[in-house]
């Protein structure tokens, strides 16, 4: 561990991201005898490990203790899955096994999971980005059978196996203390989505559902939302970039809102979520514990940002609200003045390419400097080249009152360049009384030579640590 530079401790074996060559997992595994306390092994990020990992599973009876095990990113080989499968009999105490980013696993997770105990006491699954197959899929089914204990399933990035998703479903009724399941960029279908508000009925623990990045279940919601509604536990949801219908919306409206628990709510890439007739924004209302709000490029008009600005009244712990690629929020952040005075818990605020005029930068600076948006910690006002030099000049006068922003970026878009205005200098100024700021994005800006040098000395000369991204 010293070779390595990392800290020895005879419970937590960290080896993520350091160069392992065959030669040092094998003398890894010469060293198992020697820690029989061992309970977490982390081996992630160390290509070499692929194709060595029987040299150490043979030695893994030795930490029968053994609860999280991480090999991600590893270059797994079939030989490796089946070395796995072998020693998942000996760790019987496994709790955490992570795969993730394996590309070789696709097509071979029957050979690990055919080995699997029934009682297994996995809690945590994860098989992301690991090229798996329908035929994957179904081992995965199976499995669910022997693993009852399970609480996370993360099956993201794996776009053929939607297919089995169905199958997958089936079996979900195995594992009702589910609280997560990851089925990011999966391929899922319409019927997959069926298939799993089926399985939805007996997964009352769910804290988590990611349905993200998969653009065929559009227009499925209207027939698979019946037990949706019933995850009182339900935290967080993600139906970002998931081409949601006007009809889907419809529904969603009407479901949404009941669930009682929910903190967390993506629905970004969607853009009828801005024009469907029976709008969800202003049903937020319902939902008092939402603390994170992401509605970015959703087509948003007047009329939704106003729902949206009256049910937010009603939000008292909301932390994060993404309001980027809406370009009605321009001239219009006025519609929200109640919202983010009320607004007292908010930390992060995403304006990007919202097409803001120097009245909506003016907006917020008042905002702050009458005492609201006091914990503001990410200001993201990116890509909006309609803002005057004047209008930058105003936002950057009064920018010291942003006490507790640690990230600001007012970079423009890819295609522009802009020389910087005489606000650089009322920048500068403002830089020195913002303790917490420790990235600022300036790109595309067109610095004069004086101007870069003055940026470039700025840490030195204040003792700062900014890192200038311009």
């Excluded at 009407?254 to 009682?260: F, H």
């Excluded at 937020?284 to 106003?306: D, H, M, Q, T, W």
């Excluded at 920048?427 to 790109?443: D, F, Y």
Aim: hydrophobic residues 40%; aromatic residues 4%.
């Amino acid at each position: 561990m010293q070779k390595l530079g990392r800290k020895p401790n005879n419970k937590n074996l960290d080896l993520n991201n350091c160069a392992l060559s065959a030669a040092d997992v094998t003398e890894l595994a010469s060293l198992l005898p020697f820690l029989p306390e061992l309970e977490e092994l982390s081996l992630s990020w160390n290509g070499c490990v692929g194709g060595t990992l029987k040299a150490l599973t043979v030695h893994l009876h030795h930490v029968s203790l053994l609860k999280v095990l991480r090999l991600n990113n590893c270059k797994l080989t079939a030989e490796d899955v089946i070395s796995l499968g072998e020693a998942s009999e000996i760790v019987s105490q496994l709790e955490v096994l992570d795969l993730s980013w394996n590309s070789n696993i696709g097509g071979k997770l029957s050979l690990l999971t055919k080995k699997l105990q029934k009682g297994c006491k996995l809690k945590l699954l994860k098989i992301a980005d690991c090229n798996l197959t329908p035929k994957d899929g179904e081992s995965l089914a199976e499995i669910l059978k022997v693993i009852p204990n399970l609480e996370v399933l993360d099956l993201s990035i794996n776009k053929h196996i939607g297919c089995s998703m169905k199958v997958v479903a089936q079996d979900l009724k195995n594992v009702p203390g589910l609280k997560e399941l990851n089925l990011h960029m999966c391929g899922l279908k319409q019927d997959s989505l069926q298939g799993l508000d089926t399985a939805l009925e007996h997964l009352a623990e769910l804290r988590k559902l990611d349905l993200s990045c998969n653009k065929g279940i559009g227009g499925g919601f209207k027939d698979s939302t019946a037990h949706l509604a019933s995850l009182k536990n339900l935290e967080v949801l993600d139906l970002h970039q998931c081409c949601v219908t006007e009809e889907d919306m419809t529904i969603l409206s009407q479901v949404i809102p009941l669930l009682s628990s929910l903190q967390e709510l993506n629905l970004s890439s969607n853009k009828n979520v801005g024009v469907s007739s029976d709008p969800l924004l202003a049903r937020l209302r319902f939902l008092p514990k939402l603390k994170y709000v992401a509605i970015s490029n959703c087509g948003l008009g007047e009329e939704s940002l106003s729902s949206l600005a009256e049910a937010a009244l009603h939000l008292p712990e909301l932390e994060i609200l993404d309001l980027s690629w809406n370009k009605c929020v321009g001239g219009n952040l006025k519609l929200l003045l109640g919202a983010l005075k009320l607004a007292t818990e908010i930390q992060v605020l995403r304006l990007s390419s919202c097409n803001l005029v120097a009245e909506d930068l003016a907006l917020l600076t008042l905002l702050t400097q009458d005492g609201h948006l006091a914990r503001l910690r990410k200001l993201d006002l990116s890509y909006n080249n309609s803002i005057s030099d004047e209008g930058w000049a105003v936002f950057c006068q009064g920018l010291a009152a942003f006490k507790e922003l640690s990230e600001l970026d007012v970079s423009l878009r890819p295609s522009s360049c802009r020389a910087c205005g005489t606000w650089f200098s009322k920048l500068l100024a403002a830089l020195t009384e913002l303790p917490a700021l420790a990235e600022l994005g300036m790109q595309r800006w067109g610095l004069s030579e004086l101007q870069r040098r003055r940026l470039e000395s700025f840490n030195q000369d204040n003792g700062r640590n900014i890192r200038f991204d311009c």
